[in-house]
């Protein structure tokens, strides 16, 4: 028998996606599940990004377009950039990909030699070892400090002679935390005096509640020339499916990308680039509901979910990171679903083992059901 590549073979599917599928077939066959796995907004694409695209496609925007992505595109995100993070960025530092997974893909490929380090602080979004390992690389683990945030003396003695990059990510999936500036500038002492990357994962940016959204590329220029930004239309503008992300960083990053993108997926869709050109030229009235009914969301589970439970205070994202009497992540999460048909992801999968995530992207009616059904579970097993 032909044998598979080694780097098939070392991956674990996705377990968001996996758990998502299991619910769904659950509901399917009449549980009555609460599904708190997906990381995506329940909210449909606003109307008039879908009566744009529909205009584009009959002016007959259906065609490649450059690898980089639409030049109309990359200059609207630029004017954002500067108008929302004091970021100033030519157009040909910017490359738009599908989806900011495919962004985040792109730049391992781009920065990473075979066993140059990435430093990924713990708990960490599911898909950054598993990338770094695709690359080439070698995922390093940093520990988190009692703000579920980078613990800095620990970040010190994970760096190397070959340490490549550090992920950022803030507002942070699964946790909800939003870094501080004087975190972001602690964070950013190591970065200038080690001369690494730092790839600063945003696509939350502006699903934010009690703080602002600082980019730690603002900090110094020297800075923004480490600094690779990922962001994306996803989240912010509940277009998912349109699979819209962007990279912007110096120009030399910015061309490796292009080419890599070139020879492998080219751009993107050229209806969901117009698309998403329309979503960032129009900005914040387009998602501003969405962000106050987070909140709100927010608000009811922190004022509602048992006195038992801990976990970091979610200030941006739409989901919390919750503890149990530190049980075992996957039993507990086994067992909610099994005793009370509340499907969540254990936080073994972010890195962390007695930590579940739940994410409140869906209806408040639904929000109510699922707390009602964690409380008695905790009342049952106190």
């Known amino acids: 028998m032909i044998n598979l590549s080694q780097r098939a073979e070392i991956l674990?599917?996705?377990?968001?996606?996996?758990?998502n599928k299991k619910a769904k077939e659950m509901k399917a066959k009449g549980f009555d599940v609460i599904n708190l796995t997906v990381g995506e907004p329940d909210f449909d694409t606003p109307e008039e990004i879908k009566e744009f695209a529909i205009k584009a496609m009959k002016d007959g925007y259906t065609k490649y377009t450059e690898e980089k992505g639409m030049k109309n595109l990359r200059e609207i995100i630029c004017e954002k950039l500067e108008k929302d993070n004091g970021l100033k960025y030519d157009p040909e530092e910017i490359v738009i990909s599908n989806g900011a997974k495919h962004?985040?893909?792109?730049?391992?490929?781009?920065?990473?030699?075979?066993?140059?380090?990435?430093?990924?602080?713990?708990?960490?979004?599911?898909?950054?070892?598993?990338?770094?390992?695709?690359c080439g690389g070698v995922p390093v683990?940093?520990?988190?400090?009692?703000?579920?945030?980078?613990?800095?003396?620990?970040?010190?003695?994970?760096?190397?002679?070959?340490t490549k990059a550090l992920i950022l990510n803030s507002p942070s999936n699964p946790t909800g935390i939003v870094y501080e500036k004087k975190e972001l500038e602690e964070i950013a002492e190591i970065i200038l005096s080690n001369k690494i990357f730092c790839i600063s994962d945003?696509?939350?940016?502006?699903?934010?509640?009690?703080k602002q959204h600082i980019s730690i590329a603002s900090l110094s220029k020297e800075l923004k020339n480490l600094t690779i930004i990922v962001n994306g239309v996803s989240k912010?503008?509940?277009?998912?499916?349109?699979?819209?992300?962007?990279?912007?960083?110096?120009?030399?990053?910015?061309?490796?990308?292009?080419?890599?993108?070139?020879?492998?997926?080219?751009?993107?869709?050229?209806?969901?680039?117009?698309?998403?050109?329309?979503?960032?030229?129009?900005?914040?009235?387009?998602?501003?509901?969405?962000?106050?009914?987070?909140?709100?969301?927010r608000n009811f589970l922190v004022e509602n979910l048992s006195n038992e439970i801990k976990y970091p205070y979610p200030e941006g994202a739409f989901y919390m990171f919750l503890n149990f009497?530190?049980?075992?992540?996957?039993?507990?999460?086994?067992r909610l679903l099994e005793e009370k048909l509340i499907a969540t992801v254990p936080g073994e999968e972010f890195g962390v083992d007695n930590y579940i995530r739940i994410s409140y992207a869906l209806d408040i009616e639904?929000?109510?059901?699922?707390?009602?059904?964690?409380?008695?579970?905790?009342?049952?097993?106190l």
């Open 325 to 334: 009497k530190n049980m075992d992540s996957k039993i507990l999460s086994q």
């Open 236 to 297: 912010t503008f509940a277009m998912t499916g349109w699979r819209i992300g962007f990279t912007a960083s110096r120009k030399d990053i910015a061309d490796a990308i292009g080419k890599i993108q070139g020879q492998t997926t080219s751009a993107p869709s050229s209806i969901s680039q117009m698309a998403s050109y329309y979503a960032i030229k129009e900005g914040e009235r387009l998602f501003k509901n969405m962000v106050e009914e987070f909140k709100k969301r």
């Open 12 to 19: 674990k599917p996705s377990a968001t996606l996996s758990l």
């Open 141 to 162: 683990f940093c520990k988190y400090n009692e703000k579920f945030k980078i613990d800095i003396e620990d970040l010190k003695t994970k760096i190397t002679p070959k």
């Open 202 to 210: 945003e696509v939350y940016e502006k699903i934010i509640f009690d």
């Open 366 to 381: 639904s929000l109510k059901k699922a707390v009602e059904r964690v409380n008695e579970f905790v009342k049952e097993n």
């Open 103 to 134: 962004s985040l893909f792109n730049i391992f490929l781009s920065i990473l030699n075979p066993e140059d380090e990435v430093i990924i602080p713990v708990p960490y979004w599911v898909s950054y070892p598993a990338m770094v390992l695709i």
